[in-house]
């Protein structure tokens, strides 16, 4: 079992930068292939950006096309935490952002964490 918990969402203007975290439980991190979805109001969520774990200790990094140059996923497997990095942003990223966890690759989604809110205004 893992539990995802997100922090470091909040409000921005056009242009801003913010730093979401992800701290998970479990002790296999470093296996698991983790990732980044989001929901705007009134739309399905979607696929934001992914690190998927290949074996030893190689990971391989993919991103949704609207947020590849500005976004960046990252993780620190001794915290066990996943990050994801946004920069340049703009009002369409707006969303709830959700933190995801697979045991192979993403999809499938195997944990959810309960999400964490970012706001762009202009």
């Known amino acids: 079992q893992v539990q995802l918990v997100e922090s470091g969402g909040g409000s921005v203007q056009v242009g801003g930068s913010l730093r979401l975290s992800c701290a998970a439980s479990g002790r296999t991190f470093s296996s698991y292939s983790m990732g980044w979805f989001r929901q705007a109001p009134g739309k399905e969520r979607e696929f934001v950006a992914a690190?998927?774990?290949?074996?030893?200790?190689?990971?391989?990094?993919n991103y949704a096309d609207s947020v590849k140059g500005r976004f960046t996923i990252s993780r620190d497997n001794a915290k066990k935490t996943l990050y994801l990095q946004m920069n340049s942003l703009k009002p369409e990223d707006t969303a709830v952002y959700y933190c995801a966890a697979s045991v192979t690759a993403i999809p499938p989604v195997d944990y959810w964490g309960q999400g964490t809110q970012v706001t762009v205004s202009s």
């Open positions: 690190t998927t774990w290949s074996g030893g200790s190689i990971y391989y990094a």
